[in-house]
């Protein structure tokens, strides 16, 4: 089915071909997310996390070409799933698993194989959702995004050389972000028109003082963006719920 309702044929569809450029970029977060894991397994943990961060812009990227040049597919959007499973799946639960899992030993790789199998479940319940939910919001946390939580982490604490507090603190992070992804705490999904629209020109400055920031410390400031971004999620559910059991006891 399409968005607008009407079955598509997928032999047909192949037959006349497919869309090269979306396509190429969804290639190109594949291709990242695999030299991620070659870099995982030759021990370079921080070039690892860097390739699965291009590898999420790559992911962006592919979807908002499709939108504006009109060339959204079927094709495009299994194969788009497919890529994002082993870039932000795969990729990040071998990196958490090599970096700081493997002294856990069963615990370690289960955990790992956690992360995975959820991001699996969210990309899955995704593509069965993508027509009937609200798309300024994402139900769970997106796949992506828990990928490059990860990433960021993985800089950050390379960064500070905290060696030592890596393997409980990469553990718990990693429970906590394959629950999010499987629940049904909801994400600001920078999908809302009204973002590419004339804006104030207040907001222009905040974007240029923030490209600032991050340019003089990356580091910290994508690890504090992805969490705040991580936490945004069941805060906000935190904050609505009263507001939201009102409207319960109304319908009632």
């Known amino acids: 089915m399409n968005m607008n309702g009407e079955k598509i044929d997928m032999s047909e ?13 969804t290639t190109g977060s594949l291709f990242a ?26 992911d962006g990227l592919d979807g908002k070409v499709a939108r504006l040049t009109g060339t959204s597919s079927k094709f495009g959007v299994e194969y788009d799933s497919l890529a994002d499973l082993v870039a932000f799946g795969v990729a990040p639960g071998l990196l958490m698993f090599r970096w700081a899992l493997l002294p856990f030993g069963r615990l370690g790789w289960l955990a790992a ?4 199998v959820c991001g699996a479940l969210r990309l899955a319940r995704f593509n069965v959702q993508v027509n009937t939910v609200e798309s300024k919001r994402f ?6 995004a828990a990928a490059s939580m990860v990433s960021a982490t993985v800089l950050f604490f390379l ?6 507090y890596k393997k409980p603190a990469i553990l718990i992070l990693i429970y906590f972000l394959a629950f999010l992804m499987v ?3 909801r994400y600001y999904s920078f999908k809302d028109p009204e973002l590419i629209k004339r804006q ?9 003082l923030l490209l600032i920031i991050i340019a003089a410390e990356p580091v910290v400031m994508l690890f504090v963006l992805f969490c705040c971004y991580t936490m945004s999620g069941p805060i906000g559910s935190i904050v609505n719920y ?11």
């Open 13 to 25: 569809g192949m037959r006349k071909g497919i869309y090269i450029l979306p396509n190429l970029f």
């Open 33 to 58: 997310g695999f030299y991620s894991m070659v870099s995982t397994m030759n021990g370079d943990y921080r070039n690892a996390a860097i390739w699965i961060l291009v590898s999420s812009i790559f």
């Open 113 to 116: 194989f956690l992360f995975v």
């Open 139 to 144: 139900v769970g946390l997106p796949i992506p």
């Open 159 to 164: 960064h500070f050389q905290w060696d030592s």
């Open 183 to 185: 629940s049904s705490v």
């Open 200 to 208: 104030p020109f207040a907001f222009l400055v905040l974007a240029v």
């Open 242 to 252: 009263p507001r939201r059991r009102k409207q319960e006891a109304a319908v009632k």
